[in-house]
């Protein structure tokens, strides 16, 4: 998809994809494979940039065709570079950082009003966590008791402009959410057994609070010259840099 829309944003949606192949694999319900089933969970990517690996797994799904995926960002397409509720199964569009956080919380107190068994997880970045309508809404979970919203943080130390510990160091994030009224959790966000291991833990709890994971990731996993290099938050692939990047993930070579 990078290649073919000549987009950035590669590397921000290396360090999340095994979170989005855990959540869709093991723990989103969606009846009879509808993403627009009336019943089912929601999921809110709030680093809308990260949008590409969630295209990978709605592919999995059969939500979206081969030629989508290769008319990314084409003339035409929906598939645009930021999460877009215009696509279906696609909850909210985001983009514009701690936005997105609101929209879960929201989603999950009117299932909690409605009273149904649906769960709302929402995926924000650690720069993100930087924006002060993270805290509100993490505020306002707590408060009604949100037990069935699950947020989760990727955190790869970066985000645009440097390093989190840089533009604004939040510390311990498991300790904040835990004081912010939250069951939280950090776990290897590369690691699929131990995400699907602590998520289980989390979602199965009698605890009325909310529940959040910290996933500890690597910008760019998985590319040797992307990994922790904060240039390609941005930066384009080319043929060879394309070319190199499949060999690395596959062994093979590019299409």
């Known amino acids: 998809m990078a290649r073919a829309g000549d987009s950035g944003h590669i590397a921000c949606a290396f360090s999340l994809i095994e979170v989005l192949a855990v959540l869709h694999r093991e723990f989103l319900r969606y009846p009879d494979n509808d993403p627009e089933a009336a019943d089912r969970d929601h ?3 709030s680093k809308g940039h990260g949008v590409m690996a969630l295209y990978a797994c709605m592919a999995e799904r059969g939500w979206l065709s081969s030629d989508d995926l290769a ?6 397409t929906l598939l645009t570079g930021l999460s877009d509720a215009r696509v279906t199964g696609i909850e909210a ?4 950082l701690g936005h997105g956080l609101s929209v879960a919380v929201g989603l999950a107190l009117a299932a909690a009003r409605r009273g149904t068994d649906q769960r709302t997880f929402a995926i924000v970045g650690d720069g993100e966590m930087n924006e002060g309508p993270i805290w509100e809404g993490l505020l306002f979970a ?3 008791r949100l037990d069935r919203l699950c947020v989760i943080v990727d955190e790869n130390g970066f985000q645009a402009m440097g390093t989190t510990a840089e533009i604004l160091d939040l510390g311990d994030l498991v300790g904040k959410f835990s004081a912010f009224g939250f069951d939280a959790l950090s776990v290897d966000g590369h690691d699929e057994a131990a995400l699907t291991e602590a998520l289980r833990s989390l979602l199965e709890s009698d605890s009325p609070r909310p529940k959040a994971l910290v996933a500890r990731t690597i910008k760019g996993r998985g590319v040797s010259f992307m990994e922790n290099e904060n240039l390609w938050h941005y930066t384009r692939l080319d043929d060879d840099t394309y070319a190199t990047a499949i060999r690395e993930l596959t062994g093979g070579s590019a299409p």
């Open 43 to 45: 999921l809110v990517l």
């Open 71 to 76: 008319n990314y960002f084409g003339d035409g």
């Open 93 to 96: 569009t985001s983009g514009s």
């Open 142 to 144: 707590a408060h009604h």
